[in-house]
């Protein structure tokens, strides 16, 4: 199996939405399709890339597919993300401040 870099993978804004419908539950490719608005096969293709970053998983169902969220990857990007939040969150604290004084002035 080949891996592919999780930021590579979230960049497309359709397996965003995937993961956005599989946070909620459990899908059938079906379903997911639906929702996307996209065939069955280019809905299969992202959740094949999805699979192979680790990100979903799949349970075989007679002829049909379930994808589940597997949010263990997700914890590692959020925990990588955190010295950044950090960043972020001294950076809007400051124009908070801003804005506040602006607004007494």
Request: net charge positive; glycine share 4%.
């Amino acid at each position: 199996m080949v891996m592919v870099a999780p930021f590579a993978v979230l960049a497309e804004p359709a397996r965003r939405r995937i993961l956005d419908l599989l946070r909620e539950r459990p899908r059938l490719v079906g379903e997911l399709s639906a929702e996307l608005g996209l065939s069955q096969p280019g809905t299969s293709k992202h959740l094949r890339v999805l699979r192979e970053a680790g990100l979903v998983e799949v349970q075989a169902i007679a002829q049909r597919r379930r994808y589940a969220l597997r949010a263990a990857p997700l914890a590692e990007l959020d925990d990588w993300l955190a010295p950044y939040r950090r960043f972020w969150t001294r950076r809007l604290d400051a124009l908070e401040r801003e804005l506040d004084r602006m607004e007494d002035a």
